[in-house]
């Protein structure tokens, strides 16, 4: 037998529609290379994960360090080398942990295709289509690899990939670009190009070669301020080590000693690991309740949502619809047998077509000549019969050019209204003549109130944005508790942009709503300073959930939707809404309140160096003193503090808010340990290692304040976390003073460090009071700039 040649083309495949590919040309084709893999991993690999912990920019100045301080014999000062160990293995364990959760959760998320082999129809993961598989593609479904339309007729949107939002008819030897979705329509294809052949995945690879994923403000604050950080310590350090060396003549190990514990000290070597241990926990956590994160810098984004965009049906209600009432409209036509074949005809591709099917049962049908898929442009559906017999299924708005009286008294309750209504073409036109209207209903979900008043509560606006009558629509609102409901528009009316955007802020449920018009009520939103969140799962939802700042899409809708969200709810449950909420505002909540007690120790060191440089006196604290310091007064808080409970919603600037609450600590710092050096300078009795030891006990002293004011108010966690960090102080002074580089001091160093102690809280406050004003007044006036 003939071993068949495979290459990309397609006429390779020699299988008929209707049999598909063989097992045995599936296998060879799999072990040819040509199947649908994806061209890269969705999350890193383990080697990756260990690699990027270990292989950092600080790492490697801290393994220079620890190379220096070793030769010059002072292996009593490498404390601070077990932390940055310690801290890394952490972060590995956290973020193999979180990829675990990610990957089985992914798999339960893993895009689906119905393929036809050996004859027989069957569902597998679309990674593991081949080149010549006849697929079946239908509503909702995203085209998983370049193809062409053997059967059927489809139509696509190919706004991903082109820009253009405008739906594309494909029909039979028409070519269907992977990245597209379908919108309407159900056809047979047979893939033409897949893995990294395909057209999405080469823009994939181009798109990655030309820029990085968007960072979130947060990471993108720390990435600036790891930057910068990463400059300045060369030249300060470098001036530092001169200073100590040339300038004030110490010898080569003391000068070594004390540059690299002002470097030890400017370096945030447990900020940036504290940002994703608490981000791949948020991710656990979430994990847990089912909710897939695609990007942990979604996490934030959700924590600062204040405007949340929601669908009615699958959202608000359940997605499950119901007939409530068939309401013939005449007397010489069997409604019931053309409503079957409409049925017939058209399938059950969305949840209205499914809901007719339930309720006519096996009621007789017959084919049509041809049919027009429904489409949120149209509103309606179609079939041609013979004789030019055609009837349309769809918003009544749209089919007839003047209202039905009939309608609106059931909209007002609540329910969804068909037209179905028979005309002599496709074409909506004054020839079209009602037959009957088709009531529909959807439950409301059970602890949608709930849910509404929790983001009431929390100050998070709700728009409803439907493609429903908004009539409809607004009295579902109202019933599922959303504020403002009955403030509604008909988003048909809103002819332009400019309309749409005023409309924007004025109403709270918007109904008829295109596509595009979602998107565009999402964009304007955002461009009043509102970050904003959209939840959707249909066909129709995409365009505005690629276009909001988070994206969440229920699991049990489209395909596509899922795939263009950044957050699933894999339960289906929208009352799960309020919880991912709350997890990612604890977290950043978390990171920015522990973010400050980082800051407060570079703050000092880099202010300090420069300074004692500029004044002529040596940099007066050791590495070991302040690996003492900083593992009990900022990394065990922080971590600590980092995985409380803190639904406060997320306000301001990242950094700029974090160095604020930092500089009256850092500032308080510098203040106390210049006072102690000038101190003693002016008595010389006291030698530089008390000196030194007065001022690591100080900054102790002052790190523990600082710990103080962040954790108020006080609960009783954080009144644990306060007495044990003091006992674990009084200590290590005591008891492990030599093993810190702590040496004793007499009763006048002792008078000095309760003199300056007592100083320490009144100085922060005071600080914190005159930079609160300044904050204050600046934010004031980034928010008039803004209003204006």
């Not at 006429?11 to 590919?21: E, H, K, S, V, W």
Request: proline content about 3%; aromatic content about 6%.
């Amino acid at each position: 037998m003939p071993t068949e040649k495979i290459s990309n083309s397609a006429n390779t495949n020699i299988a008929f529609p209707n049999r598909g590919l063989t097992a045995a040309q599936v296998c060879e084709r799999t072990e040819a290379g040509l199947c649908n893999a994806p061209i890269d991993a969705a999350a890193k690999s383990v080697v990756q994960i260990i690699t990027g912990n270990l292989l950092t920019y600080f790492n490697l100045v801290f393994a220079a360090l620890s190379v220096v301080v070793i030769l010059v014999g002072a292996w009593e000062e490498l404390l601070f080398l077990p932390i940055v160990v310690v801290n890394a293995a952490i972060g590995i364990v956290q973020e193999i942990r979180a990829k675990r959760i990610l990957d089985k959760l992914n798999l339960l998320n893993t895009p689906k295709a119905l393929v036809i082999r050996d004859g027989t129809e069957r569902e597998i993961a679309a990674e593991e289509l081949v080149l010549g598989d006849c697929v079946i593609f239908k509503t909702g479904q995203q085209i998983c690899a370049d193809a062409v339309v053997l059967e059927g007729e489809v139509q696509v949107n190919e706004s991903f990939i082109t820009g253009e939002t405008d739906e594309v008819l494909k029909t039979s030897g028409m070519n269907l670009l992977s990245g597209s979705y379908v919108v309407a329509g159900r056809c047979l294809a047979r893939l033409e190009k897949v893995g990294a052949d395909s057209f999405a995945a080469k823009l994939t690879l181009e798109a990655k070669a030309s820029k990085k994923l968007p960072k979130s403000e947060m990471m993108k604050s720390l990435s600036r301020l790891v930057l910068a950080i990463g400059i300045l310590i060369i030249p300060v350090g470098t001036g530092l080590f001169y200073h100590q060396y040339a300038v004030l003549g110490e010898n080569l190990r003391q000068s070594v000693i004390t540059t690299t514990a002002a470097l030890v000290g400017m370096i945030p070597e447990g900020l940036y690991l504290l940002t994703s241990i608490a981000l791949a926990v948020s991710v656990i956590r979430l994990g847990r309740k089912n909710t897939l994160v695609r990007e942990l810098s979604r996490v934030e984004a959700l924590a600062r949502v204040d405007v949340l965009c929601v669908d009615k049906t699958g959202t608000i209600t359940e997605p499950e619809m119901l007939i409530e009432q068939i309401i013939p409209l005449v007397n010489d036509l069997d409604i019931q047998q053309i409503l079957a074949s409409h049925v017939l005809n058209l399938g059950t591709e969305n949840e209205t077509m499914k809901a007719l099917k339930k309720h006519l049962g096996e009621t007789p049908a017959k084919r049509a000549n041809a049919t027009l898929p429904f489409n949120s442009r149209n509103k309606f559906s179609a079939a041609l019969y013979d004789y030019g017999e055609c009837y349309l299924l769809g918003a009544p708005e749209f089919i007839l050019t003047e209202p039905l009286a009939a309608v609106r008294p059931l909209t007002e309750q609540g329910l969804r209204v068909l037209l179905l209504a028979r005309t002599d073409s496709f074409e909506t036109s004054v020839s079209a003549s009602p037959v009957a209207l088709v009531t529909l209903s959807n439950k409301i979900r059970r602890n949608a109130k709930e849910t509404f008043r929790y983001f009431a509560e929390q100050g998070v606006e709700i728009k409803v944005i439907s493609g429903d009558n908004p009539h409809t629509v607004s009295n579902i609102a109202i019933k599922a508790g959303i504020a403002n409901a009955d403030k509604f528009v008909d988003a048909s009316t809103l002819s332009d942009q400019r309309s749409l955007a005023a409309a924007a802020s004025k109403y709270t449920v918007f109904g008829r709503v295109t596509p595009e018009q979602k998107r565009t009520l999402v964009k304007t939103l955002k461009s009043e300073g509102h970050t904003v969140a959209m939840t959707g799962d249909g066909v129709n939802d995409i365009l505005a959930l690629k276009e909001a700042d988070c994206s969440i899409a229920m699991a049990s809708g489209s395909e596509a939707a899922a795939q263009a969200s950044d957050i699933v709810l894999l339960s289906d449950d929208f009352g799960s809404m309020p919880g991912v909420v709350a997890e990612g505002r604890r977290v950043i909540n978390n990171i920015q309140r522990s973010a400050s007690l980082f800051l407060v120790k570079n703050i000092f060191s880099f202010i300090f160096a420069i300074l004692s440089i500029a004044a002529g006196f040596a940099y007066p604290v050791s590495p070991a003193q302040l690996s003492l310091v900083s593992t009990l007064t900022i990394g065990i808080p922080s971590f600590i503090l980092a995985l409380e409970p803190n639904s406060t919603r997320i306000r301001g600037h990242f950094l700029r808010g974090v160095l604020f609450r930092a500089l009256p600590g850092g500032l308080t710092d510098v203040l106390l340990v210049f006072g102690v050096m000038l101190f003693t300078i002016t008595f010389s009795e006291i030698s530089f290692e008390q000196s030194g030891t007065i001022c690591a006990i100080l900054l102790a002293v002052n790190g523990f304040a600082v710990m103080w004011r962040v954790c108020r108010p006080f609960t009783l966690l954080r009144r644990v976390l306060c007495a044990g960090v003091a006992i674990l102080l009084v200590l290590c002074a005591t008891l492990f003073g030599e093993f810190f580089s702590l040496t004793g001091l007499d009763w006048a160093s002792l008078l000095i460090i309760a003199v300056f102690s007592l100083l320490c809280y009144p100085v922060i406050a005071g600080i914190s009071r005159i930079l609160d004003k300044i904050y204050k007044i600046y934010e004031k006036g980034i928010y008039i700039g803004f209003h204006k």
